[in-house]
Nanobody, 120 residues
Framework: QVQLQESGPGLVKPSQTLSLTCTVS??????????WSWIRQPTGKGPEWMGV???????YYSPPLKSRTSISRDTSRNQFSLQLKSVIPEDAAVYYC????????????WGQGTQVTVSS
């Protein structure tokens, strides 16, 4: 059974960098059938896809967030991470990591999500 678990600070000050890590168990992040995304959902709004790191380490970002977003991975720990620079209050959201299944063309496993608040 694949499991994803987000971790990181729940409170970030404006202008600082948000850093989150997703630890994956039950499957390797280098398996070619899958990619690994970050998705966020502000309170009262729909989910927003932020970016993805593919099984080969290539990354792709949502255009509106591209200048502030970076996704990386540590294959030895089977983890991938999100950095969002220069955070603003509008970045407050529940942040999720998820696995995209190429064959099913859907996100088939999700983390439970972690609430991030942006406040000084």
């Amino acid at each position: 059974q694949v499991q994803l678990q987000e971790s990181g600070p729940g409170l970030v000050k404006p202008s600082q960098t948000l850093s989150l890590t997703c630890t994956v168990s039950g499957g390797s992040i280098t398996t070619s059938s899958y990619s690994w995304s970050w998705i966020r959902q502000p309170t009262g709004k729909g989910p927003e896809w932020m970016g993805v790191i593919a099984h080969d380490g290539n990354t792709y970002y949502s255009p509106p967030l591209k200048s502030r977003t970076s996704i990386s991975r540590d294959t030895s720990r089977n983890q991938f991470s999100l950095q969002l620079k220069s955070v603003i209050p509008e970045d407050a959201a529940v942040y999720y990591c998820a696995r995209a299944n190429y064959g099913l063309k859907e996100f088939d496993y999700w983390g439970q999500g972690t609430q991030v608040t942006v406040s000084s």
